[in-house]
């Protein structure tokens, strides 16, 4: 009958509403603007760079927030949250500062063809530092130093003026981005094994915040929590080394790596690049 159908039905989906498991809310990420030393931005103005480090600024904010926003593992914020979130939200703010800058160039002129090689190179130097929002406590810090060089070919009778092009600076920001987006996940939210067949694991982390191919890794099984035995302070979980593993292929979201050492790797067993020490030993 109609009545004992719409029974069946209700008792069905109430079945499907309680067998669902929570999802976990994404911690809230504080992104602050990516800010410089007085010192470093007077030089930049004696060297005649101002476009050049404001540009350079305001790119790596940009490539920063999409970078964090297509990891998906974060809600992205730019203003303090006001009121309180519940407990189980985490917190966190994202201040990254400039402590190097100089884009400067190299001509060399060819009066035979009557033109001008310039090799123009731009360095910098960031500094990404991570805090719980709520206590202030410094997370995890990271150091990215990077220079990108480009050369391009101007006519001697009509020299380039004018702001210079866009693209080295696109270029640079976008990759101290991505690192800078891999460490703060690997603090975060390491990536894990998931998969392990004969010598060859398989991780939940891809070609845009992974490892390159040839990259040297730890894996971690995870053991109690750690508490400092004087403050009571959570010191994080305990993590023993269970392997050695070596990037093998890259795919869009996950990588592969064959096992060089193995002492337990497990599925959900935490991947870390490897320390110096761990890749002289190896090599």
Do not use: W
């Amino acid at each position: 009958s109609p009545r004992l159908l719409f029974g069946f039905l209700f008792v069905a989906l109430s079945g499907l509403g309680h067998g669902q498991q929570e999802v976990p809310a994404l911690p809230e990420l504080l992104v602050e603007p990516v800010t410089a030393s007085a010192s470093l931005m007077q030089t930049a103005l004696a060297e005649g760079k101002p476009e050049s480090y404001v540009l350079l600024s305001e790119s790596l904010d940009g490539s920063i927030t999409a970078a964090l926003s297509d990891t998906r593992k974060f809600r992205v914020i730019h203003k303090r949250p006001e009121g309180r979130l519940p407990q189980k939200v985490r917190q966190l703010r994202l201040a990254s500062k400039l402590d190097d800058f100089q884009d400067f160039e190299r001509r060399a002129n060819l009066p035979g063809l009557g033109e001008v090689i310039v090799k123009r190179t731009l360095r910098f130097g960031l500094v990404g530092s991570l805090y719980d929002l709520h206590t202030g406590e410094l997370i995890a810090s990271a150091a990215i130093r990077l220079a990108e060089t480009e050369t391009t070919v101007e006519e001697m009778s009509r020299p380039v003026e004018g702001q210079k092009s866009r693209e080295l600076i696109t270029k640079i920001s976008d990759e101290a981005a991505r690192q800078l987006v891999t460490r703060t996940l690997d603090c975060i939210s390491p990536p894990r094994v998931i998969a392990k067949t004969g010598n060859q694991i398989t991780f939940n982390r891809g070609q845009d915040f992974g490892y390159p191919l040839g990259q040297l890794v730890d894996i971690f099984a995870l053991g109690e929590a750690l508490k400092d035995p004087e403050t009571g302070t959570s010191l994080g979980q305990e993590e023993i080394l269970v392997g050695t593993a070596r990037v093998r292929r890259i795919n869009n979201r996950v990588s592969t790596a064959i096992v060089l050492d193995d002492h337990g790797i497990e599925k959900m067993c935490v991947i870390r690049p490897a320390t110096p020490l761990a890749k002289d030993s190896l090599e």
